[in-house]
């Protein structure tokens, strides 16, 4: 599955939003694959669509997709080198999918600032830099590496994927991170395919803003969304006290009137999760039966027996064809039968690429 690594420095809220995101445990202790690790914080993905689905199906239960995040604790000022948790901390980053960078955005004087001040830049960078001189490290080891093997033996793909590693070089020793080095993805495989760089992974920044500031953010948080403009990197903002008081509501009703009187129409969480998604170009498919109605996540672009594969290896393996059915058919006749009958069942083969929302249900052959 998909897995967040929150990280952030100290007190800028890292602990309450990941104790509302593992305290909303109601739907993901049901869960089937839930890992009882006190770091991960499983969370389902709200999908509107499965709610649409187990109407129409009203199967004998619903599973929903999730999201792990992790808390990636201790980083803080000279971690490169070992202060804090240090390395440990870092490994754990290794691991993850994306980086859910906390940045504190709100006031307040009970709540001391490692730095002493409020300032969402300068926190920033100083994340950034510890994993970008963690990186530097790394790119420096495989370049010694290479430089060797392109000297001796003049290989050719050692000589460009040494050109490739300079620039990496040259964009950390300048404060950028990898993600931001524009090269090809061949290239990039070949170049740092094997080095697993902490900064080359996609990154999400949560403003963390006080309650007065939702829904739209405040000085803070437009100051950061200006300073990450040229990353492309999306910024959410959330209150963690806020969700925090959200995570504890069991109460559908209650919870979208608490939400209204700030002003939102979704929970940050929820914002934080469908950010992540699109960040990593994932897409969801359905499969509706009357035993269980469940959502997939896939990556875009995918083709049906890849897709399969996340049901089963033997699915995408023993591969025949898959039928397709788009929602709104499925609600305008529904039932299968009915979208059938309509001729608006589609039968796809091994070239179909998956869209976002289809029902699918896969042919396989024993
Ligand atoms: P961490 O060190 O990054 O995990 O930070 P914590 O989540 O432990 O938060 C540090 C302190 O800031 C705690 O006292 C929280 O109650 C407080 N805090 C967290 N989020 C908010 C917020 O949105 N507004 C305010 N005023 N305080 C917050």
Redesign the pocket.
């Known amino acids: 599955g998909l897995q967040c690594g929150i990280v952030?420095?100290?007190?800028?809220?890292?602990?309450?939003?990941?104790?509302a995101i593992s305290s909303g445990k109601a739907e993901a202790a049901n869960y089937p694959f839930c890992t009882i690790d006190p770091n991960v914080g499983v969370v389902t993905v709200p999908d509107e669509r499965l709610d649409t689905l187990e109407t129409l199906v009203k199967p004998q239960k619903v599973v929903p997709t999730i999201v792990e995040f992790v808390d990636i604790?201790g980083l803080v000022k000279g971690a490169s080198q070992g202060q804090g948790l240090g390395n440990k901390f870092l490994a754990n980053i290794r691991e993850v999918d994306a980086i859910v960078h906390?940045i504190r955005c709100?006031q307040?004087e009970?709540?001391v600032h490692v730095e002493g001040r409020v300032d969402p830049i300068f926190d920033k960078e100083i994340i950034d830099t510890e994993l970008q001189l963690k990186d530097l490290e790394s790119v420096d080891k495989k370049l010694q590496r290479i430089e060797k093997a392109a000297r001796v033996s003049g290989d050719s793909r050692a000589k460009a994927e040494l050109e490739t590693l300079l620039k990496y070089k040259k964009a950390l020793e300048s404060g950028k991170s990898a993600r931001t080095v524009d090269v090809s993805e061949e290239e990039k495989q070949a170049a740092i395919g094997d080095i697993h760089l902490l900064t080359v992974k996609p990154v999400i920044y949560v403003a963390?803003?006080?309650?007065a500031s939702l829904p739209n953010g405040n000085e803070y948080s437009e100051r950061l969304k200006a300073a990450v403009k040229d990353e492309g990197a999306e910024v959410v903002i959330i209150?963690?006290?806020?969700e925090s008081q959200i995570s504890e509501m069991e109460d559908p009703d209650e919870r979208q009137l608490f939400l209204e009187e700030y002003g939102l129409t979704e929970s940050g969480l929820s914002k934080l999760i469908k950010a992540c998604y699109s960040l990593l170009g994932l897409i969801t498919y359905f499969t509706a039966g009357v035993k269980e109605v469940r959502a997939w996540t896939i990556r875009r672009g995918w083709k049906a027996p890849q897709a399969a594969g996340v049901i089963h290896t033997d699915f995408e393996k023993k591969f025949i064809r898959a039928q397709v059915i788009k929602l709104p058919d499925y609600v305008q006749y529904k039932t299968e039968a009915g979208v059938r009958e309509a001729g608006k069942l589609s039968v796809e083969g091994k070239e179909y690429v998956v869209q976002d929302g289809d029902i699918m249900e896969f042919l396989h052959g024993a």
């Not at 952030?8 to 104790?19: E, H």
Request: proline share 4%; hydrophobic share 45%; aromatic share 8%.
């Open positions: 952030g420095l100290p007190n800028v809220g890292k602990s309450t939003l990941f104790n604790a906390v709100f307040d009970n709540v963390n803003v006080d309650e209150s963690a006290a806020i």
